[in-house]
Nanobody, 116 residues
Framework: QVQLVESGGGLVQPGGSLRLSCAAS????????MGWYRQAPGKERELVAG???????NVADSVKGRFTISRDNAKKTTYLQMNSLKHEDTAVYYC??????????WGQGTQVTVSS
C-alpha cells in the first residue's frame, strides 16, 4: 500500500509560480513511475508530467517550457515546479505512483487556482 500526500497548491496570479510536492510512503518509491495529473471542472483528468524511476521525464505540450517535474528518492518526494501560470492551469492537481501495470495509487489532490 502506498499513500501519497500532495501539498503546495493555492491561489496565484497569472504569471506567478507554485511548486507542488507529493510525499510518498512505503519502500517502492525509487522504482515507481511518478506522474502529475490535473482535472479542471467539467473536463477529464489529464497527464501533465511524468518521471520514470531513472529520471526520464515527459511533459504535456500545454505546459512545456513552463512546468518541470523532478524527484528526490531519498525524500520519497516528487515535485512539480509551475512557472508562468495561466488561467487555464486552474485545476485540482493529483499525484500518481505507478509500481507496475495496473498497480497505481492516487493522492487526494491539491487545488491550484490562477486568478487575478
Amino acid at each position: 500500500q502506498v499513500q501519497l500526500v500532495e501539498s503546495g497548491g493555492g491561489l496565484v496570479q497569472p504569471g506567478g509560480s507554485l511548486r507542488l510536492s507529493c510525499a510518498a510512503s512505503g519502500n517502492a518509491f525509487s522504482t515507481s513511475f511518478m506522474g502529475w495529473y490535473r482535472q479542471a471542472p467539467g473536463k477529464e483528468r489529464e497527464l501533465v508530467a511524468g518521471i520514470s524511476s531513472r529520471g526520464s521525464t515527459n511533459v504535456a505540450d500545454s505546459v512545456k517550457g513552463r512546468f518541470t517535474i523532478s524527484r528526490d528518492n531519498a525524500k520519497k518526494t516528487t515535485y512539480l515546479q509551475m512557472n508562468s501560470l495561466k488561467h487555464e492551469d486552474t485545476a485540482v492537481y493529483y499525484c500518481k505512483s505507478v509500481l507496475a501495470v495496473g498497480l497505481g495509487y492516487w493522492g487526494q489532490g491539491t487545488q491550484v487556482t490562477v486568478s487575478s
